[in-house]
C-alpha cells in the first residue's frame, strides 16, 4: 500500500481499540463515539481483507492478524510520541511530569519535594495523582510511581523497584494514653479501626497476628491511606499504617506502633517507558527520589 493511501484515522482508531481491547475505551480516548470507532475499524478490515477482531458477546479479541499490526502500531506511533515531545516549543528540561498514587504524593512525596527543589531551583515538578498507570502517550508524565500486591512489570513500560510497603497498627499516642490499652492483639477490639477502601487489609492482619477470632468489625471506611493515618493520628482510632510511608511520622511520636507484627503488602515501583529516554531533568528527578528512599531505608 502506498504511504500516501495510508488510512491514518483508522489505524488509530484500531490502535487504540486494540491496546485497550475496547471500542468504548477507544472512543473515550480519542474524543469519537463507539460507533466511528467500529466503522473506522471495518472500513479498515474491508480494506486490507483481513479481520482483525473477533467480535464476541460484550466484548472483543485481537486475532492472530491484529496482534501482528497492532504491535506494529503501537511502537510507531510512541516512537512518533517521542519525537513530536522533543520539538515541542517548550523545552521539557525544565517540567519534569509526576504521576503517583494518593497515598504516595500526600503522605511521602510532598513533605520531600522542597528537598529536590533547594538542590535543583531550575526544575520545575508537576505532580498528578491518579491509581491508574499512565498510559506515556498524551506527554502527562514523564515518571509514574505505583504500588502493586504482586506486580513488578506493566506492558510497554520498564518499573523499579523503590521500596516494600509493610503494613502495621498505627494509633494517636493521646488516643493509646486515653483509650483502653493495646497490649494484646484482643484489645482492638475495644477501638474503633479505621479501614483503607475495604475491611480485607486488617482481616489479614489479624490472620498474620494469629488473632483471627478478632473481626474487623465496624469502623469508617478511607479512600486511601493518607486518610486513614490522618484520621488515626487525629485520635480518630486504630489504622493500619504503611512502616515505610509513615516513619516520619512514627520517628517524631504523632503515631505509634503497638503491635511489632507486619502484614507484606506489595511494594511501589518507579515506572517510565525507557529510563534511557528520560529527558536530563527527568533523570534528575528519578535518581534523586531513589537517593531519598534509600536514605528512609537506612534511617528505618
Known amino acids: ?29 480519542l474524543f469519537v463515539s463507539q460507533a466511528a470507532i467500529s466503522r473506522q475499524i471495518r472500513e479498515l478490515e474491508a480494506q486490507i481483507g483481513q479481520q482483525l477482531f473477533e467480535r464476541l ?15 506494529h502500531l503501537t511502537q510507531s506511533f510512541d516512537t512518533i510520541d517521542r519525537k513530536l515531545t522533543e520539538i515541542q516549543a517548550r523545552p521539557r528540561d525544565e517540567l519534569v511530569r509526576v504521576s503517583t498514587e494518593p497515598f504516595f ?11 529536590f527543589h533547594r538542590r535543583h531551583p531550575g526544575i520545575d515538578v508537576a505532580v498528578d495523582v491518579s491509581t491508574r498507570l499512565t498510559e506515556f502517550r498524551t506527554h502527562e508524565a514523564d515518571l509514574a510511581v505505583r504500588h502493586s500486591e504482586k506486580r513488578s512489570e506493566w506492558p510497554r513500560t520498564q518499573s523499579r523497584h523503590l521500596f516494600d510497603s509493610p503494613a502495621t497498627p498505627v494509633v ?62 487525629l485520635g ?10 509513615n516513619a516520619a511520622q512514627l520517628r517524631e511520636g504523632s503515631l505509634v506502633q503497638p503491635y511489632p507484627v507486619t502484614l507484606p ?8 517507558p525507557d529510563f534511557d529516554a528520560l529527558s536530563p531533568s527527568a533523570r534528575i528527578f528519578a535518581d534523586w527520589l531513589i537517593a531519598e528512599v534509600r536514605a528512609e531505608l537506612e534511617a528505618l
Open 1 to 29: 500500500m502506498k504511504r500516501g493511501r495510508l488510512p491514518l484515522t483508522a489505524l488509530r482508531s484500531f490502535e487504540a481499540a486494540g491496546r485497550h481491547l475496547s471500542f468504548s475505551r477507544a472512543a473515550e480516548e
Open 57 to 71: 458477546h460484550r466484548r472483543v479479541v485481537l486475532t492472530e492478524a491484529g496482534q501482528d499490526l497492532l504491535g
Open 105 to 115: 504524593a500526600g503522605t511521602w512525596l510532598i513533605p520531600r519535594l522542597n528537598h
Open 172 to 233: 494517636s499516642p493521646d488516643l493509646l494514653a486515653k483509650g483502653p490499652p493495646l497490649e494484646t492483639v484482643a484489645d482492638l477490639v475495644s477501638h474503633t479501626l479505621l479501614h483503607e477502601e475495604n475491611r480485607d487489609g486488617w482481616a489479614r492482619w489479624l490472620k498474620v497476628a494469629g488473632a483471627e477470632s478478632v473481626t474487623p468489625g465496624r469502623g469508617p471506611i478511607f479512600a486511601d491511606g493518607t486518610l486513614t493515618t490522618r484520621a488515626a493520628a
Open 236 to 245: 480518630h482510632g486504630v489504622a493500619l499504617g504503611d512502616l515505610f510511608m
Open 265 to 272: 503488602f506489595g511494594s511501589y515501583w518507579m515506572v517510565a
